[in-house]
């Protein structure tokens, strides 16, 4: 059946390109009809969670059960004149997107409910945003790139503000705004500069279409040395390293996490770095490939730096949602430690896309937990809240030592098995210095992360615990967080599951 | 292919996994489901080991005993659940199995708040011991390590005693950067072996042929001593045991003290030193000078203490000491010595913590100073005090006197090492003044005045059947190995022969043993 | 004549520009803005980019810019508050910052071994030129715009009209009226 | 015209660095607003001169694009500064700093 | 049964009394005593079956023990006549302290554990004098100590007991250090530790016999036996119950120390040998001054112990090992008859043990006090009694060897007259001094048979030519050699005349300086100062005392204080405290501000630049 309806596809895409980002155009379809039903009457309106989950759970189905990598014909056949270009991630890389699309839907049912805020909208861009993603990370022409990513972007922006009742949701937002569009001006500019560069005739291996991946890669192969191409990269780079989150445009992170909405800090933290590290990946083994020489110090640079900055910083955090920006800050260096290496190590790519999965379902599930405890402003969330958590809520509690041990990197999560491996390949490619760093990291990163687990557990503290304040999960947030514990746990004992490694 | 024993040996690791688990969840069972489900789940492992050991064929040298082999899905890094048993994991896995009932048992009865939750985190860390020592691939070797490790520290920051939030987290973070640092080694043993599989005898095979440089075997090395050193407690390196066992839970520490520490130990045996015996050669005498800070200088610390649990945790790393020594010797018989040592010390660590908790109940103190007679009182539990101190110490007729003897033989087998006898072996004078001391100040002479007070009250009592259990356990199997080493060594003896034949190709370690003797040693065969 | 021309479009652009960063009233500062677009929109011209040079009156000077105007007259934030003066070190950095930029920037450019000076290429007259497949050819005529976002960038052309609904959309989330009670509860941040 | 691609690149360059003075200067957060729709009329400017000096139509079209984004861009944050100036009275950034350390 | 089964029942049946003890019957005294002496009993049986099957040729027996590589360990029994003739006394005099035991510890409340300690004690003292090799010896040398400690703490709750017992085994355990070295040296040396097979290399090489390991192995003997600078512990091991100090530290366990050396002599060089004679003669002067200011009946004897050990180890460095073990013999049969003798009379006298409260015995213990005097005239050497025999031969062997020796060696025969007089006089002589004297009685029979017998021994036991048949053939040999040493007879003659005006004058001599039934010391009285020199003993537990407080325990207290001070608190703490800090000022770099962030990214810029600049 899925073979037959595979070949049915491909039949239809060898006329039809169009078909080739069926997962995006449903998701766009959704995302208006969720507008749609917005138009129609209140007692409908009550069901756009349902319809948006619905639909986002119909996509995923469809997803696992279709694999359209495979539709578009061969890797690395590209669509759209070359805008676009599936890989071997691409594929992955959609269902990654709906998933978090729909655990931040599912988050942000938690989240709306009770507060006056919009409901239908917040789906309808949840949904874009993971359409948008789903083709930044596909692209292979800057204009597409630029373009999905500010679609994606943009859409962020109002997530971020969207507890509009709350200035603090505002000041991240105009945060994020301006901050966002300062880094989409470098990123931009560096583009220009690849594409003058690329183009122009007087130089060797000049093309005509100097915004597509692969003529800038046989360009960039043959001027190497250009400084306007280095200088484009570098810009590039910059605007690239805002989007995950990386030093030295990193510092928005925590106050912007910290006044976003928990959904959409979930959102920024696990789709938005990945779709930037998936990008970063596709511009090293396209166009940068022959940048190596520059390149590679950087990404060592940034690398260590923001596992530094972030541990470091996260140290004394006692906000969580700013805590978890600052670890993230340090997931998005034990990264680049992977994206530094797959210059030379051919498999790590894999590698990066399972930390980036194991980093999802670890993620959600602190958030999930986050977002079911308590009540009131989850901006000020902190350590001390969770004191004697357990004796309430002993099921969140459990799930949420589970997930920061996968964060932490703690058999037998996931999560340790992507830090291996990203370990093993710095070993291979000779990235000692960056290891000792990255040790030196996952070091103090236990010191916060058991923190709050100790927090959590430790009984002989007097302040009000938060335990109380919140309601027991109910039957179906149990059943999720159960789910995505037993994932994390299965990935770390059974990693093969998601055929990668 | 299907080997019913090989299906033993999974479950000693799934019984406890899952008896855990479903402890965990059962925050509703009556005293006698939860004590059922645990006995379960720590009784089996036990059996298992002894029906292993029997079936044990110890012809297989060089080989894996009851060997399984799981696909993970690393098959590209060649990561397999790969498990099996030789000579000298049997040994480990025998003390895991032992000493993880003895606690279990104990902990089954302990007054512990949650008890369903605590049982079910020593449960969890069984199953990882059990993996820790069935494990062939050094990737599930680590893993189970971590496995755990990681409830050692919740149970000492939920259940431990003073001081706990500090000494969890100082131990949470040291044992992490022991943790990673082993880690590291591996991985680079791994990556720059080029035999492109995490298994031990695959590893090995390659490496006899392909043996690495010396900078690499140095650098790797290096990561493995420090690495596994941390874990172990390695002078410099031992801040974190004596705070850390001080105030964890009984069951944790004597899981921990007793079992998962030798894992530092059993990596170093069986994978650091065969692997990179240049590595070995080059650290030699750093590892020589810090096993004698371990031994002399934690040894004086350990006069020092006044609280008998920090005292019994200095005790420890001192004894680790030997262990390191008996590595550092380089040889079959130092191997040999330390296994031993490693063994019969998990059994004397172990019952000491227990017996410890149990002087605590009667005394309510841990303070050596403040306590006196109780052997008036509590005689039984003299005896095993006694009894276990001496093992400590070193008496013959218990397990630790033949891991010291047999490692002072061994540094004393090659001219290189043979200075070391000396000052290792003052360790012995040293940990007699520490441990007859405690048992003096604690059962000896009158009761001091705050102890004088309670001394007609209940709970001054003699060892109650739950802990003579535990403990009497533990201290037959002292005893066994005290009399009858060669269970222990017969098995290990050939294993550690295939392993360590290294020694005469470096220049350092040639046997240089008196040479008249080896003329007259002739004229005797 | 062109040349001449450039320099004083330049000179516009880039005075009203620096006019516009340093002037300290708001209002003034988005004035000064507007001439800004338009030197550039002149400089399109001189690049021969009319359709874009219109685009950017249409759309920047006119839209955008009136809309930054309306803004700040109804906020009514048009001058910064005298009494906190940026400190002295920020203006420092910012100023020397700008001058490290401006200098990189200059001696990037001013590098002929960089970017050698291309010849000046004849502008094609059909769009459907024979190297459309790969680039197209520079035409100035808006048909060509038409042509190219319609074929080759017809998909980032799509997303972006969904760019502009999430745009709206997130315009009318922010702005949208909000009842009393939300405002009580949550005014106290 | 003898004026050759580079020269129109240092004013393009200059525009970029004094967009970015303008975000490091001002502390209105309108103006700053400006400034970054500054930066990228300095981008677009580029474009438009690779576009002409390469002979390719693609930077052309890129600047329309980029117009659009910006536009967008301008009516979003707009919309936030008004609802950010309705709870806190202020948009200079040294007041907009309640998420902090 | 064969030879070797009648071994392993010899060494098995205490072991398996004290398991039944331990595990059976902690709480039925009487049932555990009974268990004890019967053991004692059927293992006194089973060693002379075996020395009986002995015949000329010596029971070798071993099995393997542990192995690695080249290292191995094998247990085994090596009866030959030293063996045999050691084991026929310790298993003989055992059974007999076994018995008075019987009655002296019937009305202690931890009967059971004595019992079982002193049958612990006895497998691990048969151990010492079956086993075929050091390792095996070191085993059970250790596990010696062990029931030394164990019995002299059985009175816990005293301050006494738990000082004491702490002591005897730490100071052994200083000897243990050497010991335990000189046995791995000797290892890798002779290529096994098997003393049958280290004889027969020795004699094939004697340039394999090496000062080095000879010395530290005797430094075992030192501690065990109780020489300088270890012999502290053994006074203060009076703490324990009386016939626990006969048994361990009178008759047996100190002994070990010669008899390991006895075993041992092939591998000792000359200068070994003379060192050792030196050592004792040191001790046997040194421990008969020390006695003079000692009030305590036990004390005494003790000093008098370590004096005859010196006795022994002078004979034995002086090249006659052979006479040293026949002291050590007769010295069993006399030092425990006087132990228990003196347990009889503190049993009697209710505990009290100051011989200046006592006096007037004579009338109320008679049998103790005649067995008594049988002791300290076979103690000072009387003619005809067993100590006789073989200190005349220890003073003759000096004299024939060094001079200095012998004068040296002749004093101290004279000071153990003296003393041994102090003690008879004063104690049991004259009127009692105390209530618990005066009501003394004389003690029951299970007492008072094995008083008899010792006293029996110690007349006749020093007569060789008395002994059975296969016992004492290295005795026999060395006495034989002495005969036949050149100058034999004239000084023979002269230790006759020296020896016999040594207990004389020094029993008389006590006599009228104490007088009879003294209340107070009248040296003490009339000399302070030459009492308190020798009630200081040299000053050695002062020293030591001093070197534990002042030395030890402060040290011990510095490092500790780094090892918290510095590794935990500056190192470990200060690098946590540093990312601490780094985290704090890493905090305050968010300080919320715009302009801030957006410095950062000018920075970000400035700084990929500078990587550009470095690639050009």
Redesign the interface.
């Known amino acids: 059946m899925n073979e037959g309806l595979a070949d049915f596809l491909r039949g239809i895409a060898a006329t039809n390109e169009w078909w080739y980002i069926m997962p995006e155009i449903l998701l766009a379809v959704l995302a208006l009809g969720l507008l749609v039903l917005e138009l129609l009457s209140p007692a409908i309106r009550k069901h756009v969670p349902r319809v948006a989950m619905g639909g986002l759970g119909l996509i995923l189905a469809l997803l696992l059960m279709v694999d359209c990598s495979d539709c578009m014909g061969a890797n690395g056949q590209s669509a759209f004149g070359g805008l676009l270009q599936s890989n071997e991630w691409s594929h992955l890389m959609r269902v990654f997107f709906v998933f978090s699309a729909l655990m931040v839907s599912y988050l942000g049912g938690i989240f709306l409910a009770g507060r006056n805020l919009a409901q239908s909208e917040f789906y309808h861009l949840v949904i874009l945003v993971a359409a948008a993603m789903m083709l930044l990370v596909q692209s292979n022409h800057f204009v597409m790139l630029f373009v999905a990513l500010e679609m994606a972007t943009v859409a962020f922006y109002v997530l971020v503000a969207y507890r509009r009742t709350s200035s603090l949701s505002l000041e991240a937002g105009i945060k994020y705004l301006i901050l966002g569009a300062l880094s989409s001006s470098i990123l931009l500019f560096g583009i220009v500069l690849l594409y003058g560069a690329g183009g122009n005739p007087a130089l060797p291996g000049a093309s005509g279409d100097s915004l597509n991946f692969d003529a800038l890669e046989s360009f960039i192969a043959l001027n190497p040395d250009n400084p306007v191409v280095l200088t484009g990269a570098m810009l590039v780079l910059a605007g690239i390293c805002f989007k995950i989150g990386a030093v030295p445009f990193q510092i928005w992170v925590p106050d912007v996490y910290q006044g976003a909405p928990n959904p959409v800090t979930a959102y920024l933290a696990i789709a938005s770095k990945a779709a930037g590290f998936m990008v970063l990946l596709s511009l090293l083994h396209g166009p940068f490939l022959a940048l190596q020489d520059f390149l590679l110090p950087v990404l060592v640079f940034i690398a260590a730096a923001s596992i530094l900055f972030g541990n470091i910083a996260a140290v004394m955090q006692r906000n969580l949602k700013r805590l978890l920006g600052l670890s993230g800050i340090a997931h998005a260096g034990y990264l680049l430690i992977g994206v530094a290496a797959s210059f030379t190590i051919e498999w790590v790519d894999n590698a990066v896309v399972f930390y980036l999965i194991t980093y999802l379902l670890a993620s959600f599930v602190v958030f999930l937990v986050l977002s079911l405890s308590g009540e009131g402003d989850d901006a000020d969330l902190n350590i001390e809240r969770y004191a004697n958590f357990s004796r309430e809520q002993p099921f969140l509690s459990g799930a949420l030592t589970c997930g920061l041990g996968s964060l932490a990197g703690i058999p037998p999560m996931g999560g340790f098995v992507a830090k291996l491996l990203l370990f093993v390949a710095a070993f291979q490619a000779g990235l000692y210095g960056l290891l000792g760093v990255a040790v030196l990291g996952v070091v103090i990163s236990v010191y916060y992360y058991f923190g709050w687990i100790r927090a959590l557990y430790f009984n002989g503290s007097s302040v009000t615990a938060l335990g109380e304040a919140s309601n027991a999960p109910t039957l179906q947030n149990r059943f999720v967080l159960c789910a995505l514990v037993v994932a994390i746990v299965v990935l770390g004992i059974f990693p093969a599951v998601v055929s990668l490694v | 292919m299907f080997d019913p024993n090989a299906t033993v040996l999974l479950a000693a690791i799934l019984v406890p996994l899952f008896a855990g688990v479903v402890l965990a969840f059962g925050s509703g069972y009556t005293g006698g489901m939860r004590r059922g489900v645990a006995l379960g789940g720590f009784g089996y492992p036990l059996v298992a080991a002894f029906f292993l050991a029997f079936r044990f064929d110890p012809a297989q040298v060089g080989a894996y005993n009851f060997e399984s082999k799981l696909a993970t899905g690393l098959d590209s890094f060649g990561i397999y659940l790969h498990l099996g048993l030789n000579g000298i994991s049997l040994p480990l896995f025998l003390l895991a199995g032992v000493v993880g009932f003895a606690a279990g048992l104990y902990a089954m009865f302990s007054n512990a708040e949650r008890p369903h939750l605590y049982l079910a985190l020593m449960l969890f860390m069984q199953s990882g011991l059990m993996g820790t020592f069935a494990s062939v691939d050094i990737f599930f070797f680590y893993f189970f390590h971590e496995f755990a490790l990681i409830p050692t520290f919740i149970m000492i920051a939920v259940w431990g005693g003073t001081g706990r939030r500090t000494a969890a987290m100082e131990m949470t973070i040291y044992l992490t950067l022991g943790a990673m640092l082993s880690l590291l080694g591996l991985v680079s043993l791994y990556v720059t072996s080029g035999a492109e599989s995490f298994s031990l005898p695959e590893l090995r095979d390659y490496l006899a042929t392909h043996p690495l440089s010396e900078t690499l075997q140095a650098n790797i090395f290096g990561l493995l001593l420090f690495g596994f050193g941390i874990l172990v407690s390695l002078f410099p390196f031992h801040s974190w045991a004596p705070k850390g066992y001080a105030s964890a839970p009984t069951g944790t520490a004597m899981l921990h003290a007793g079992v998962l520490k030798k894992f530092g130990l059993y990596g170093l045996l069986q994978i650091g030193v065969p692997l990179l015996p240049v590595g070995m050669a080059h650290w030699f005498p750093w590892l020589a000078w810090l096993a004698l800070g371990n031994i002399i200088i934690i040894g004086l610390v350990t006069i020092a203490q006044r609280d008998l649990k920090l005292m019994l945790g200095y005790s420890s790393v001192m004894h680790m000491g030997y262990a390191f020594l008996g590595i550092a010797a380089f040889s079959v018989v130092g191997a040999g010595g330390a296994l031993l040592m490693m063994v019969a010390h998990g059994l004397s660590v172990a019952l000491l913590f227990m017996l410890s908790t149990c002087i605590y109940h009667r005394s309510l103190t841990f303070d050596l100073g403040a306590m006196g007679g109780l052997a008036v009182k509590a005689p039984v539990l003299c005896a095993f005090f006694v009894a276990a101190s001496m093992a400590s110490i070193g008496l013959p007729g218990f397990g630790n006197f033949w891991g010291e003897f047999t490692i002072f033989m061994a540094l004393a087998e090659t001219e290189f090492t043979r200075w070391l006898v000396l000052p290792a072996a003052l360790g012995i004078i040293i940990s007699a003044i520490y441990g007859l001391r405690a048992v003096a100040n604690i059962f000896f002479g009158k009761p001091k005045a705050e102890f004088a007070a309670r001394w007609d009250s209940d709970e001054v009592k003699d060892l109650q059947g739950f802990e003579k259990t535990p403990a009497m356990i533990l201290l037959a199997a002292l005893v066994v190995i005290g009399i009858f080493p060669r269970l222990v060594s017969d098995r290990a003896d050939a294993e550690l022969g295939g392993l360590y034949p290294i020694k005469e190709s470096l220049p350092q370690f040639e046997t240089t043993a008196g040479t008249p003797a080896v003329s007259g040693k002739e004229q005797t065969h | 004549m062109a040349d001449l021309l450039f320099y004083l479009f330049a000179a516009i652009t880039l005075i009203s520009a620096l006019a516009m960063v340093l002037l300290p009233n708001a209002v003034n500062g988005a004035m000064c803005m507007i001439v800004s677009f338009l030197g550039t929109a002149a400089l399109f011209v001189l690049l021969d980019a009319y359709f874009l040079a219109i685009l950017q009156v249409l759309v920047y000077a006119g839209a955008v810019m009136v809309l930054f105007l309306f803004i700040i007259m109804l906020l009514n934030v048009d001058e910064e508050a005298p009494r906190a003066k940026p400190a002295k070190l920020s203006i420092f950095a910012a100023l020397s910052g700008f001058t490290i930029l401006s200098v990189l920037v200059v001696s990037l450019f001013n590098n002929p071994s960089a970017l050698p000076e291309p010849p000046v290429i004849e502008v094609a007259e059909n769009p459907l030129g024979p190297s459309a497949a790969n680039g197209i050819p520079f035409t100035t005529s808006a048909k060509s715009f038409g042509y190219s976002l319609f074929t080759k960038y017809m998909l980032p052309f799509q997303v972006t009209g969904f760019l502009l609904l999430a745009a709206m959309v997130g315009v009318i989330v922010v702005s949208k009226r909000m009842t009393e009670t939300t405002v009580k509860t949550e005014q106290s941040d | 015209m003898t004026i050759g691609l580079n020269a129109f690149l240092i004013v393009a360059g200059l525009l970029f660095a004094i967009g970015m003075l303008g975000v490091t200067l001002r502390r209105n957060t309108l103006v700053i607003f400006m400034s970054l729709e500054l930066m990228l009329n300095a981008v677009n400017l580029a474009l438009v001169t690779f576009s002409r000096y390469n002979g390719t139509m693609d930077g052309n079209l890129f600047v329309f694009f980029i117009i659009t984004v910006a536009a967008a861009e301008v009516a979003l944050g707009l919309a936030i500064i008004v609802a950010l100036f309705k709870r806190r009275e202020t948009i200079m950034v040294e007041q907009l700093n309640a998420l902090n350390r | 049964m064969t030879p070797v089964t009648a071994l392993t029942l010899t060494l098995l049946i205490p072991l398996a009394s004290a398991a039944g003890i ?1 595990f059976f019957l ?1 709480r039925r005294g009487g049932l555990a005593s009974t268990l004890s002496v019967a053991a004692a009993a059927l293992l006194c049986i089973c060693s002379f079956i075996a020395i009986n099957a002995r015949g000329d040729a010596a029971i070798v027996a071993s099995w ?8 191995k360990v094998s247990m085994g029994f090596l009866l030959d006549d030293v063996a045999a003739t050691m084991l026929a006394m310790v298993s003989f005099v055992g059974l007999l302290i076994h018995v008075f035991s019987l009655g002296y510890m019937k009305s202690d409340k ?1 009967q059971a ?1 004595f019992f079982g300690g002193l049958s612990i004690f006895m497998f691990s003292m048969i151990g010492i004098i079956l086993a075929d090799n050091l ?1 095996m010896i ?3 040398w ?2 010696v100590g ?1 029931s030394s ?2 019995l002299i ?1 059985h009175y ?4 006494e ?3 004491a ?2 002591k005897a ?2 100071v052994n ?2 000897g ?2 050497g010991f ?2 000189g046995i ?2 000797a ?6 530790t098997d003393l049958t ?1 280290m004889e ?2 020795t004699l ?2 004697p ?2 016999v ?1 000062a080095g390991i000879a010395a530290f192995l005797i430094c075992g003997f030192i501690g065990k036996s109780a020489q300088f600078p270890l012999h502290v512990w053994l006074p203060d091991a009076m703490a324990g119950p009386t016939p626990v100090s006969a048994l361990i530290h009178a008759a047996t366990m100190v002994a070990a120390g010669i008899y390991f050396l006895i075993r041992i002599s092939f591998l000792l060089p000359v200068e070994v040998l003379g060192f050792v004679a030196w050592l004792g003669t040191a001790v046997a002067v040194y421990a008969g001054f020390c006695a003079y200011a000692q009030n305590d009946i036990k004390r005494i004897l003790a000093y008098s112990t370590l004096s005859q050990l010196g006795y022994m180890a002078a004979a034995f460095g002086l090249g006659y090992p052979g006479i040293a073990l026949f002291h050590l013999i007769t010295h069993a049969f006399f030092k425990a008859l006087l132990f228990l003798g003196a347990g009889s009379v503190i049993h009697g006298c209710h505990h009290e043990q100051d011989i200046f409260k006592m006096g007037g015995l004579l009338k109320r213990m008679p049998i103790t006090a005649i067995t008594f005097a049988i002791g300290v005239l076979a103690l000072c050497g009387v003619y005809g009694l067993a100590g006789f025999y073989s200190k005349d031969a220890i003073l003759i062997a000096g004299g024939l060897e060094k001079t200095v020796i012998f004068i040296l060696l002749t004093l101290g025969a004279f000071l153990t007259a003296g003393y041994m007089g102090r003690l008879f006089w004063v104690a049991f002589l004259g009127a009692p001094k105390s209530d618990a004297a005066s009501h003394a009685k004389e003690s029951p029979l299970t007492m008072v048979i094995p008083l008899l017998i010792l006293a029996g021994l110690s007349v006749v036991g020093g007569m060789i030519q008395l002994w059975p048949e296969g016992l004492g053939a290295l005795i026999r040999f060395d006495l034989e050699r002495l005969h036949h040493a050149e100058g034999y007879s004239a000084m023979h003659h002269d230790v006759l005349i020296y020896g016999s005006a040594a207990w004389v004058v020094g029993l008389l001599g006590a006599f009228f300086f104490y007088g009879v039934g003294a209340k107070d010391d009248r040296l003490a009285r009339i000399a302070p100062s030459v009492f308190a020199f020798l009630k200081a003993r040299l000053w050695f537990d002062e020293i030591y005392g001093f070197y534990v407080s002042q030395v ?2 402060r ?3 510095i ?2 204080f780094l ?1 918290v001070f510095l ?2 608190g500056l190192i ?1 703490r200060g690098s ?1 405290g540093l ?2 800090i ?3 000022g ?24 500078a ?2 600049g ?3």
């Open positions: 331990a902690r393997d023990w542990l192995s690695f590589g080249e290292f931890a554990r390792i070191f085993v059970f250790e596990l062990f400690y164990m703490g816990l709750e005293t301050e007991a738990k000082a017992s702490k085994f730490i355990r200083v243990d250090l335990l070295i791995v040296l290892y890798w040396h002779f290529g096994t097979k027969q290399l094939g090489h340039e394999l090496n030890q325990d040290f011990a207290a490092l500790s090892d590794l935990r470990i946590a990312v601490g780094l985290g704090l890493v905090r305050t770099l968010h300080v919320g501000n715009l302009h801030a962030y957006v410095y950062w990214f000018l920075g970000g810029l400035l700084l990929f630049w990587f550009v470095t690639v050009l």
